[in-house]
């Protein structure tokens, strides 16, 4: 209930003081310069009469009030140019000296609109003036909707009435050209924003409703029957159509449910919309009085209610500049009303100056969404990066203990291997070399022994140099070895390489992936040694293009032996094939042996990436 009390003071206090601004008085020439008496002559009747004054006539093109006055030039005068100031007129007016025009308002397109308050002044011939007595015609002509005005007139020399022409120039045709410059940037950025922003409507709503306000800013008031004055009458006329966009665009903007109804708070503007595209001009001002002007006010009404709503149960600075500036607008509206029914002595009308206050209200409302907006994603942003760096020093601490973890499972698996590695084939030939001399065996089968030990030593030691993934390094130091054992017993090693590569480079070769390798081909070698009688082993090393388009490399060993039958073959060397796949299947390879009267072939198609852990084992 407070926050209630304290808005509606400041609401309060907001009219009064625009009122307050608004009773203040226009620029003015000094007194001595003012012609208020006047002779006016209307519809046949002539009486005197006291400007400012406001005519019976609402539409008098053919038959305008003429007002007759008088003024004093002497020629001490005659160095300086005289002028005739009106700073307000309602619609458009003819001004004779001695019987001379010097001034028709209805040529200047700005002067047209009723709802300006444009001045004009007009320099009067020095051959017009005369010694004495200079009469002094106004012809007012009136196209509605609402009746004639004439603002006090003012007549003496142009550098006494210029500043205060210039001044009303400024205040009442420059700002609003400025304000109608703002609207139309407002305009842009808020389609803009409508499009990058397509699930908030608002935006779009605000930036139609300022359009319409720039389109009727800048047209004229058509004085007569043109391709595009019946567009100007509806553009003109728009201001219902403008509310309600606005009003529209705070329901929106603060959360409202749209309801069906809504819709008939744009019933006035599209009537005036129709009356303008199908009727006459003159229907369309007086639709205008009867229809635009009650829904602009009533939009404030529900503008300054919504406002109201925001400001005081959300807490919402937008809604409490906008309601401060539907507040200053209500008040112009409310004066501008008073001056339509003539209750008013001056005929300023002031709305649209206030409208400026609704646009700095929704600029500063969109400014500081804008800005409250950046400070969340600010302060969302810290909190991001402040959780992020803190997970990146856990995900690092994690990371080195698994990489610590990992290089000791590495170690240990390493350590495994090389103990299985020296345990299968070295342990084994030391223990036979051990056994052959406390037998009292002959020196050449310990010296076999001896020599089979020693290859497999080598082969140990050969796995653990780093061959960069190149298993054709490692296939060379074997091919030595291949020939070396196939040398004593007659026999031929063909060495063929099909792809001029080779094998592929494999980044992620280990020595373990390489001794599982090499003791298959040597597990194939001594196969075709023993039991084959072959003259000629054939190594064929090349590299397949899969049907993934992944490269795999292949080793063939071939002898042109006299065969077995596989099928009978594998039962009485089930051990030593059983060892052959298992080493094919921990380096994830693929084993495949072929055996005819034209010998034996032993494939060994390797995987297009080795497997990081035994594959087997898996």
């Known amino acids: 209930m407070p926050g209630l009390v304290w808005y509606i003071v400041l609401q309060a206090l907001i009219a009064v003081i625009w009122a307050v601004i608004l009773r203040l008085p226009p620029p003015e020439p000094a007194p001595q310069y003012l012609l208020s008496g006047f002779t006016l002559r209307e519809a046949g009747v002539t009486r005197p009469v006291t400007l400012p004054h406001f005519s019976a006539s609402r539409f008098s093109m053919d038959d305008p009030p003429l007002y007759s006055g008088r003024f004093d030039w002497t020629g001490a005068d005659a160095k300086r140019a005289w002028s005739v100031l009106l700073p307000r007129f309602t619609n458009g007016v003819e001004v004779s000296v001695n019987g001379v025009v010097i001034l028709d308002s209805r040529r200047d397109p700005a002067a047209n609109r009723p709802d300006r308050n444009t001045p004009e002044i007009a320099v009067i011939p020095a051959s017009v003036l005369r010694e004495g007595a200079n009469d002094l015609a106004i012809r007012l002509f009136v196209w509605g909707p609402i009746t004639g005005f004439l603002d006090r007139v003012f007549v003496g020399p142009d550098e006494a009435l210029r500043p205060s022409y210039d001044a009303r120039t400024l205040l009442f045709v420059t700002l609003p050209v400025v304000f109608s410059a703002w609207q139309a940037?407002?305009?842009?950025?808020?389609?803009?924003?409508?499009?990058?922003?397509?699930?908030?409507?608002?935006?779009?709503?605000?930036?139609a409703a300022m359009a319409i306000g720039v389109a009727q800013a800048f047209l004229q008031t058509p004085m007569g029957e043109s391709p595009?004055?019946?567009?100007?009458?509806?553009?003109?006329?728009?201001?219902?159509?403008?509310?309600?966009?606005?009003?529209?665009?705070?329901?929106?903007?603060?959360?409202?449910?749209?309801?069906?109804?809504?819709?008939?708070?744009?019933?006035?503007?599209?009537?005036?919309?129709?009356?303008?595209?199908?009727?006459?001009?003159?229907?369309?001002?007086?639709?205008?009085?009867?229809?635009g002007v009650p829904m602009v006010g009533v939009s404030l009404l529900v503008l300054a209610y919504v406002a109201a709503r925001a400001a005081l149960q959300r807490q919402n600075v937008a809604g409490l500049l906008l309601g401060c500036a539907a507040t200053a607008m209500l008040t112009g509206w409310i004066f501008d009303l008073l001056s339509v029914f003539q209750l008013m002595p001056n005929r300023i009308f002031v709305a649209r100056l206030s409208y400026s206050a609704l646009l700095v209200a929704i600029g500063a409302g969109l400014t500081w969404r804008f800005a409250s907006a950046l400070n969340q994603v600010d302060g969302f942003a810290g909190r991001l990066v402040t959780r992020v760096r803190e997970a990146e020093d856990k995900l690092k601490a994690s990371f080195a203990r698994e990489e610590e973890r990992a290089r000791a499972a590495a170690l240990a698996r390493e350590r495994t291997r090389l103990m299985r590695d020296l345990h299968d084939g070295l342990g084994g030939q030391l223990v036979?070399?051990?056994?052959?001399?406390?037998?009292?065996?002959?020196?050449a089968s310990v010296g076999d022994a001896a020599r089979a030990a020693l290859k497999d030593l080598r082969l140990v030691i050969d796995s653990m140099d780093d061959i960069g993934g190149d298993l054709m390094l490692a296939l060379g130091s074997w091919r030595e070895r291949a020939m070396a054992q196939l040398r004593p017993h007659d026999m031929a090693l063909h060495w063929h390489a099909v792809t001029a590569q080779g094998l592929p480079v494999h980044p992620e070769l280990r020595p373990w992936h390489v001794i599982q390798i090499v003791r298959l081909l040597d597990e194939g070698l001594t196969n075709a040694v023993k039991h084959a009688a072959t003259r000629t082993v054939t190594v064929t090393i090349e590299t397949l293009a899969g049907a993934d388009g992944l490269d795999r490399g292949r080793i063939t060993v071939a002898d042109d032996g006299r065969g077995f039958d596989v099928a009978a073959g594998a039962a009485k060397a089930a051990r030593g094939l059983r060892n052959m796949r298992d080493r094919a299947a921990r380096c994830g390879a693929e084993l495949e042996l072929d055996s005819d009267a034209a010998g034996t072939r032993v494939r060994l198609t390797l995987p297009h990436r080795f497997p990081d852990s035994d594959a087997a084992a898996i």
Do not use: D
Request: proline residues 3%; glycine residues 10%.
């Open 185 to 207: 940037i407002l305009a842009v950025i808020l389609g803009i924003m409508w499009v990058m922003r397509r699930h908030e409507p608002a935006y779009g709503v605000l930036a």
């Open 228 to 291: 595009f004055s019946r567009v100007n009458v509806v553009l003109i006329s728009s201001a219902p159509l403008e509310s309600a966009l606005v009003l529209t665009f705070a329901l929106l903007f603060f959360g409202w449910k749209w309801q069906r109804w809504a819709f008939l708070m744009f019933a006035p503007g599209i009537l005036l919309a129709l009356g303008g595209l199908f009727g006459h001009q003159t229907l369309s001002r007086a639709l205008f009085l009867f229809l």
């Open 432 to 443: 036979s070399i051990v056994a052959l001399s406390e037998r009292g065996h002959a020196g």
